[in-house]
């Protein structure tokens, strides 16, 4: 029975010295890279944000006018060539105006409504003709302007393949770099998409007294892929 034990520890003593063998060689060697791609396209389409702002007595006439102007406005947009879609009122506010805050007892002269609108122009050749028939008929307020793709799905498709590829040819550089070679994927993963905001301004495209230039736009995707080490 003593032999019989001894042999038993000793077994037992010798098993978990193979293990961190058996492990390293089950254990996977990988490298890990992130592509980027850029795809560059023409907007064909821009978002204007434009508002009326209007003053009255009392809040009540100070909207009455508001949304006389605003009609007003939205039918110029209309005969423009703008879609009831395409038209969005984004904030409607009406707010006191106060004077004397230098004193102890500031007072409301009158108040002031402001009506914001979010138009999209899918013509964008007609957008500095749009922003200037808006003012005509009484909107006084520009907040801003940006341009995009009415479909940027194809654009973004691209970029991922692009960025497909520059993780490929990444993971090649450092492969050969450690006197190694890349074997099969073992995971992709999709960092997302999105627009470079500073445009690549090229030419106008509007001739209307508001001169509006489109440019370019940066479509950027990310992916990062797992690529397993061969021998």
């Excluded at 007595?57 to 406005?73: H, I, K, P, Y």
């Excluded at 879609?83 to 002269?109: C, F, H, K, V």
Aim: glycine share 8%.
């Amino acid at each position: 029975m003593r032999v019989l034990s001894t042999l038993i520890l000793s077994t037992a003593l010798a098993f978990p010295a193979l293990v961190p063998a058996f492990a390293e060689d089950a254990m996977t060697r990988t490298i890990s890279v992130t592509g980027t791609g850029t795809i560059e396209a023409a907007p064909d389409m821009a978002t204007l944000m434009i508002g009326v702002t209007t003053q009255g007595d009392t809040a009540a006439a100070a909207l009455a006018a508001n949304s006389a102007a605003t009609d007003a406005v939205i039918a110029r947009l209309t005969a423009s060539g703008i879609e009831a879609r395409d038209m969005q009122t984004s904030n409607l506010s009406i707010n006191p105006n106060w004077t004397g805050y230098d004193s102890s007892t500031p007072t409301i002269s009158g108040y002031v409504a402001n009506n914001m609108l979010t138009v999209r122009v899918r013509k964008l050749d007609t957008t500095g003709a749009v922003l200037d028939a808006a003012v005509a008929d009484g909107a006084n307020t520009l907040n801003g302007m940006t341009f995009g793709l009415a479909d940027p799905d194809p654009a973004y498709n691209e970029a991922r393949k692009e960025a497909v590829a520059d993780a490929r040819a990444k993971a090649e550089l450092l492969a050969e770099a450690a006197g190694v070679k890349i074997g099969a994927v073992l995971s992709i993963s999709d960092g997302g998409a999105m627009t470079d905001p500073a445009p690549m301004y090229r030419d106008a495209v509007s001739a209307s007294p508001v001169p509006v230039v489109g440019g370019e736009l940066g479509l950027v995707a990310s992916v990062t892929v797992t690529y397993e080490i061969g021998e």
